[in-house]
């Protein structure tokens, strides 16, 4: 008769449980070894404040959904966001401006040294349906009125106009100096302009001036009849809008030299002249670079341009400039 300790009887057991549980663990970790991980990181977008509804509505979600990293932007006039980042106020990874100059003056401080550009975005008079003015507004989009009419009825005295500030953005720029190109194009009166900006062209302090991003919610409001709006802008945000012709609109690459025609000094000093209105995209600095790099790739790439085209803007081949361009953006541009 043979008489088992209780106590040794266990063992063998426990050590086959533990010698099972080691196999589940390293079945566990051999599993989990061939997930890849996650990309960790944030894409940190500064971008023209025209650029606002269609990147936190539309890109920014898209890019986080196909490429897993964050994204987290800033709306603001594309000087500005320019001025900012040179005085360290503000730290974004990526810049989307309105025309190379705000990304040209990063530069010298080795921010960055190349930009793509990939889209117009022309230029219309967004107007309130509401506005004592309505009934114009409406003829002049349908062209029952003339162009001209436009340029008349903003002379009024007690029309509310708002715009930008032409020394901190693009389009506040861009606004004055379709004014010039129309008093140009059909010969109005010389004061035109002024009348309309109800100031001089560099002035900060005109009562048309508005921030960027408060523009349009003003219109919106029915506190302004009329407002400078670019297409994706009126479109995005179902803006009533006006058409310009595109010999003013400074939407048409191919007519950079008409747009050229025109010019004004800012209060800098530094000459505002006609030309195309670009979107530029670029990376700045190193902070989640990979995150950056895929951003802008997304931007430029098939799927990023059918979202920019849905949402109004005149795709335009893209183009480079610059140098050190980073090889997942180089990559994109090379898929045709």
Not at 23 to 35: F, N, P, Q
Not at 85 to 112: H, Q
Not at 306 to 319: C, E, I, N, S
Request: include cysteine; charged fraction near 15%.
């Amino acid at each position: 008769m043979i008489i088992t300790n209780s106590r040794s009887g266990r063992r063998p057991w426990r050590l086959l449980v533990i010698a099972c549980a080691g196999l589940v663990a390293v079945g566990c970790s051999s599993s989990s070894s061939s997930t890849p991980a996650k990309p960790s990181g944030t894409a940190n977008v500064a971008y023209a404040g025209s650029l606002a509804n269609l990147n936190e509505k539309v890109i920014g979600p898209a890019f986080t959904k196909a490429t897993h990293y964050s994204y987290l932007g800033r709306g603001a006039g594309s000087k500005a966001l320019s001025q900012e980042i040179l005085a360290g106020e503000i730290s974004p990874n990526v810049f989307e401006s309105i025309g190379g100059k705000p990304i040209e003056a990063l530069y010298p401080k080795k921010f960055t040294s190349w930009y793509v550009s990939f889209a117009a975005s022309p230029l219309v008079v967004a107007y309130n349906p509401n506005s004592k003015y309505a009934s114009d507004f409406k003829a002049i989009a349908s062209g029952t009125k003339p162009i001209t009419d436009l340029f008349t009825l903003m002379e009024q005295p007690g029309f509310k106009l708002g715009r930008t500030d032409p020394n901190l953005d693009p389009q506040g720029e861009a606004f004055i100096l379709m004014l010039m190109l129309a008093q140009k194009q059909y010969h109005l009166p010389a004061n035109t302009v002024t009348k309309i900006i109800q100031g001089q062209p560099a002035s900060a302090n005109s009562p048309t001036i508005f921030e960027e991003t408060a523009l349009e919610p003003r219109l919106q409001a029915g506190q302004l009849d009329a407002a400078s709006a670019y297409l994706p802008q009126a479109i995005q945000l179902h803006l009533p809008y006006i058409t310009l012709p595109n010999t003013i609109n400074q939407g048409d690459p191919a007519l950079k030299t008409t747009y050229e025609g025109v010019s004004f000094k800012l209060a800098s000093g530094d000459v505002a002249q006609g030309k195309p209105l670009v979107v530029d995209i670029t990376t700045i600095g190193k902070k989640d670079q990979a995150a950056a790099d895929a951003f802008v790739a997304y931007v430029l790439s098939p799927a990023g341009l059918a979202l920019h085209k849905a949402g109004g803007y005149v795709l335009l081949p893209r183009v480079a400039s610059g140098t050190a361009i980073p090889a997942s953006v180089s990559k994109e541009l090379g898929s045709g």
